[in-house]
């Protein structure tokens, strides 16, 4: 089977696997797990932080995140196309008693700045509207396709937030995939915001893990609100241990997903009545739709999963097919050939 559904599919590499096995431990609630403080310590300097705190998961380093920054009542501003939005289970307004205050997302997943101005609320001065509390952003950015956003535009939206004193969030679950694209460093790509989570478990392959960037004291309020949520973990060195080596031994090879994906989506985008953006291309994620109505996305993704190839379907006829760490050049080509076949089997 290759299963392009997702990165998050990857099993540890096997020096994964004996890093785990061989992890010193401690109690890491009691901060005295010396992996995870390794770990932590190593996220912080590649990030350009001052501080790391590892969570179980890029959706709970999203949450104690907006808990962080912002009170009750206040707005999360986020793209309409953001995974905080979309697939979060609306923890940010359950559990936080935030409101989502969503703008409209660019074809690259960039928010226009002139929007964000406008969903900026001063709440001083109109007392019918909430206070704006934290803008949040995406890169790379899941659902327009693993698109990137430079620098110089994370930079624009620093200069607003600046002017309106609101912190910026960063969901940059696949961060190190943005970076490997640009050929820059994460620091880079993290400079102009105040808090970054980003995911051990995608493409990096880690079996758990996220870790959320930002300063001192932003990380120990960070921390309490993991507690809060349960998310406190013992000897998390297991996790932390694997997170190591994906930092260390995993990131250069992001760059054979993104060539994995380019040729992926030179051959789909062939195929009659599959819609491909190729510019959206950028990194491991390759979105398409289908336009030919003999074919529907559920029949389409069950009969390719009977003929060997698993892809996700997004909805309303968005599919997703993901490059990552497991798949060979080889298995790409094969699924170019098993979809073209079922493709034109569907369509004929
Ligand atoms: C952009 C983005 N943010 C956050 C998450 C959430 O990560 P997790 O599944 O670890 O909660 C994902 C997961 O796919 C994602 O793609």
């Known amino acids: 089977m290759i299963d392009l559904r997702s990165d998050t599919v990857t099993l540890p590499s096997p020096a994964m696997r004996q890093a785990i096995a061989q992890a010193e431990l401690g109690d890491d609630v009691m901060a ?18 001052e501080a790391a705190l590892l969570v179980a998961s890029g959706t709970m380093g999203n ?17 309409d196309e953001a995974h905080i939005y979309h697939y979060e289970a609306g923890g940010v307004s359950a559990l936080g008693g935030c409101v989502f205050h969503p703008v409209p997302t660019g074809r690259f997943g960039e928010l226009a700045v002139a929007d964000l101005e406008r969903a900026v609320r001063p709440a001083a001065s109109d007392i019918h509207a909430a206070p704006a509390g934290v803008v949040c952003l995406e890169n790379t950015h899941n659902r327009c396709g693993g698109t990137v956003l430079s620098a110089s535009y994370l930079e624009s939206v620093r200069k607003l937030a600046d002017r309106f004193e609101l912190p910026v969030h960063l969901d940059g679950s696949r961060i190190f995939n943005a970076a490997v694209a640009r050929g820059c460093t994460v620091a880079e790509l993290t400079r102009q915001v105040d808090s970054v989570q980003f995911c051990l478990s995608k493409g990096l392959a880690a079996p758990v893990g996220s870790l959320v960037c930002g300063r001192a004291a ?7 609100y993991r507690k809060m949520l349960g998310g406190g973990m013992r000897q998390a060195g297991i996790i932390a241990a694997a997170g190591i080596v994906a930092l260390t031994d995993m990131v250069e090879r992001l760059a054979e997903d993104h060539a994995n994906a380019r040729i992926l989506a030179h051959g789909l985008a062939e195929l009659p009545g599959l819609r491909l953006d190729l510019e959206t291309v950028q990194t491991n994620l390759v979105i398409f739709r289908i336009a030919d109505e003999r074919i529907d996305e559920t029949g389409l993704v069950a009969r390719l999963a009977e003929a060997g190839v698993r892809i996700g379907d997004l909805g309303r006829g968005r599919l997703r097919a993901v490059t990552h760490y497991g798949l060979t050049r080889q298995h790409i080509h094969d699924a170019v050939r098993i979809i073209g076949a079922v493709w034109q089997e569907l369509s004929g």
């Open 63 to 79: 949450l104690v995140s907006m808990l962080s920054h912002c009170r009750r009542g206040a707005e999360v501003i986020v793209g």
């Open 218 to 224: 932003f990380i120990a309020q960070a921390r309490r």
């Open 32 to 49: 005295e797990d010396p992996s995870v403080n390794r770990l932590e310590a190593l996220a912080a300097e590649l990030l350009g932080k």
